[in-house]
């Protein structure tokens, strides 16, 4: 009895040694020091893992989008997913080649959500154009008679002659002569078949057949022509002055390019079905950027 005693007694003391050795071999590691995005230690206590280290997860990209501290200033667009560079300029009454020239942008096929854009012209004061465009509408409401109707025209034809070019007047925003009304005319021979909605259609539709002539509705100069912007086919953007752009979509042919002046009833387009479910011309006037309907300023037929 006793010697199993002094056994058991050997036993225990032997596994308590080694249990006390291998507590002693492992080694103590330090926790890692969480440092924050400027390289400062963080607060007292703070611990990242080590594999998190090395992962990468405590250094975040922080790295500054284009014109990020103009965010929220007048005459500043922030890209929003879905934009394009032709989405915008068209939002904002501007050509893409001066977005591309005010912002600099070496690649404009590629623009970063978040994104900060100029969107009006160096040395232009963007809240006075903003107010403006809202407080200078010209509709008028006063019905005329046929002599009236005729002496309207007679007055528009001797105001509009002695005029020069719309590009001109672009090449001049400030000037009392780039903020008026241009003398406009129809884009179509045909009836309006589907009028303005500001929510769903946000200009007037002509329905006809393919090859009918689109028509340029005032004296400007081309600062789109192509496909780039979905929702509208085959794509002509005429800007006539500081103040107005039109856009003229669907076509199946486009016969102007990019920076070409043209007049007013030049054809420009012909009518077709593009990125459409049937052949018609979408007609829009933006002011300032912003869809206005367009019946409001075609002369009467």
Known sequence: MQKYSYRFTKILLAATAAIVAGCSSVPNKAPVEARD??????????????????????APDLKALPGAENAGKAGYYTVKPGDTLIRIALDNGQSTRDLIKWNVLDNPNRIEVGQVLRVVAPGI????????????????????DAKGNAAAAAASSSASAPASPAVQAAATPASKEGDEDPAWGWPAAGPVNLG?????????????????????????????????????GNLVIIKHNSTYLTAYA???????????????????????????????????????????DPAKLLPGR
Not at 213 to 230: I, Q, T
Request: a positive charge; charged letters at 25%.
């Open 196 to 232: 303005f909605d500001d929510q769903r259609n946000k200009g007037l539709a002509f329905f006809g057949k393919a090859g009918d002539a689109v028509l340029a509705a005032a004296d400007g100069r081309v600062v789109y022509a192509g496909s780039g912007l979905r929702g509208y």
């Open 37 to 58: 995005i400027k390289g400062g230690a963080a607060k007292s206590g703070s611990v990242v893992p080590a594999q998190a280290v090395a992962a990468g997860a405590a």
């Open 125 to 144: 004061d963007a809240a006075a154009v903003t107010s403006k465009s809202v407080t200078t509408a010209k509709v008028e409401s006063r019905p005329l």
């Open 250 to 292: 669907h076509n199946q042919t486009l016969l102007v390019k990019e920076d070409q002046a043209v007049r007013k009833g030049q054809k420009i387009a012909e009518m077709g079905s593009s990125d459409s479910d049937q052949v018609k011309l979408h007609f829009e006037v933006r002011k300032q950027g912003k869809p206005i």
